[in-house]
C-alpha cells in the first residue's frame, strides 16, 4: 500500500483534544441529517477517547471510495476508523488527523465496504477458513451448517482469540428421515420432531433455521409455524414436495443454489409436478430423487414461461424471498470433472480432502460431448434467470457454497461476482449483492454494509477500479477487519500459514476429528 505512518501530531494530549473537538463539531451538524433520517449517529466521546489511548485510530488518506449504496464513486476521500466503527467519511482536505493515528496513503487506491459471502460451510477448518476469508476480504459470512463445533470457532472468534469474518450461524440441517445428508443433521418426520428441531435450534443459540431438500410438507409447514413462534427466520434448499410459491408463502427467507425454482417457471410445470409427485424419496438410494429433479430442472429450461416468472418473482417480492443462487458450485456441477483440477488454490485446501473433491464432483459431472454441451445450455440458462430476477426486483444474496468440490473459502466470492456479472449484473449492482444487500437481508443495514459514519469499520482497499473490472476485486491491497488493518504483507503470512497448515493431516485441522468437513450439497 501507500506510506503507513504514525501521525504525532502537536503532542499526545493536545492532539487527541484537536481531534475530539473536531469530532465534536463535526457531531454537531448531524441534527438536521438525524430529523430527516439522513445520518447515523457519530461516536461518542467516551468511546473515541479510550480508542485513542489504546492506539485503534486508523486513517485511510485520499482513497476513492465506493460506498456500497450504488451512490457514484467519492474520489479523494479520507476514511477515519475508531476502534471498531467509521467516525469519517469525506473530503481529504476538511479532516484534521488527529496525533498518534495510524496513517495510511491511499490516493490512488478503491476503498469498498467489507465482503460477505452468504452461502459458507467450513468454518470447523480454523485454520484453513477464517484466515482465507480475511485473506480475500471476505470480513463476514453467513455459515449454513451449524454445529457445536462450528459454534465453538464462533465463539473463539467473537472473543478475540482467532482472527476470522463476524459469523451469521444457520441451525444443525434439518430434513426429512430419507436425506441425502450425512451427520450431523438433524431428521425429522412429523410435525413435532419438526418443531422439537426448531426449538433445540433456539437454544442453542441459531441465527436461523436451515431446512433441506427432503422435508415432507408436513414438516415443512411446522417449521415455518414453530420459527415464527420462536423468533428466528428459516431458510435453506426449496422443500421438493411443495410448490416453490407455497414455500415462499410459508415464509422461507432464502432459497439456495435454485434447486427447484425452473419448475415453477415453466409451461409444462403440471407434468413435471405429477411427475415429482410419483416418484418415491427411496430409502436404499436416496441420489435417485434428487438425479430426477436435476433432470426437471433442465427440462423446465427450455420451456420456461416469461409470464409465469414474472408472476412468481412479483410474489417472492411481496413475501421478503430472496434468492441465494451461489452460481460458483452450479458452475462446478455443470462443468467437466477436470476443469477446475489445476486450479492454483488448491493448495489452501487440507491435503486429505483434495482426493474426496476429485472424485465427488465426478458424481454431477458431464462427461460426454452431448451433457457437456446440455449442462453448459442449463448454467446459461441459470445465469440469465439470475439477471431476470435481479431486473425484477428479487433480492439476490452472494454466496459461494464453499467446502464442495472446487468451491473455495474466500476467494470463492470473487468467482461468484465475476458470475454475477456474467448474469447481467453490473459491477456495482454485484458488488451491492456482498455488501449493502447482505446487510438488509440480515436486519443489520443500520451498522454495516456500507462506508458510513457509525457503521462497524471492515473495509477493503483495492489496487484498481472494481467498477471498471469487477474482476479487479480480486487485487486486493489491504483489509480492515473490526478496525484492525491487515495489510498486503499480513495478508502474505496469512496465505503462507494456510497453505501450510494445508498440508497437515486434516484431523488436526479439524476442532473435532470426527466430524465431516463438508458442504450442503451431497458428496460422492
Known sequence: MGSDSTHEGNGTEAGRRDFLRWLSLAGAGLGAGLAAGGALPLIPAAQARAAMRRGEVLVLNGATVIDGTGAPPRRDTTVVLVG????????????????????????????????????????????????????????????????????????????????????????????GPVTLLGPPAELVGTAAEARAAVRRAKEDGSDFIKIYSYLSRECLEAVADEARRVGLPFAGHHVYRMPVGEVSDAGMRSFEHLHGIPVPLSSREAEFRAIMDGTPMDPADPRAFFK????????????????????????????????????????????????????????????????????????YAPSTPEEIVRQRDFLRFRLDLVGAMDRAGVGLLAGT????????????????????????LTPMRALRTVTRDAARFLGREATMGTVARGKVADLVILDADPLADIRNVRRIDSVVTKGRLITREERARMLAGVEAAAEEPVASTLRSPALPACGCLPAG
Open 401 to 424: 457454497d464453499c467446502g464442495n468440490p472446487y468451491c473455495f473459502p474466500g476467494s470463492g466470492i470473487h468467482d461468484e461476482l465475476e458470475l454475477l456479472v456474467e448474469a447481467g
Open 292 to 363: 430426477t429433479m436435476r433432470e426437471l430442472e433442465r427440462q423446465a429450461a427450455a420451456t420456461y414461461s416469461p409470464g409465469k416468472a414474472a408472476r412468481m418473482f412479483a410474489r417472492w417480492v411481496r413475501n421478503g424471498s430472496w434468492q441465494s443462487p451461489t452460481l460458483t458450485v452450479n458452475r462446478v456441477m455443470s462443468s467437466p470433472a477436470d476443469t477446475f483440477a489445476d486450479d492454483p488454490r488448491l493448495k489452501y485446501i487440507p491435503r486429505d480432502l483434495r482426493p474426496g473433491w476429485a472424485s465427488a464432483v465426478r458424481v
Open 84 to 175: 471498531d466503527l467509521i467516525a469519517w467519511v469525506g473530503p481529504r482536505r476538511e479532516v484534521p488527523l488527529p496525533a498518534g493515528a495510524r496513517v495510511v496513503d491511499a490516493r490512488g487506491r478503491f476503498v469498498v465496504p467489507g465482503l460477505w459471502d452468504m452461502h459458507t460451510h467450513w468454518t470447523v477448518l480454523e485454520k484453513i477458513v477464517p484466515p482465507l476469508c480475511l485473506a480475500n476480504g471476505v470480513t463476514g459470512i453467513r455459515e449454513m451448517w451449524g454445529y457445536p463445533e462450528v459454534r465453538a470457532v464462533r465463539e473463539r472468534i467473537d472473543r478475540g482469540e482467532l482472527p476470522g469474518p463476524r459469523i451469521v450461524m444457520a441451525s444443525t440441517i434439518i430434513d
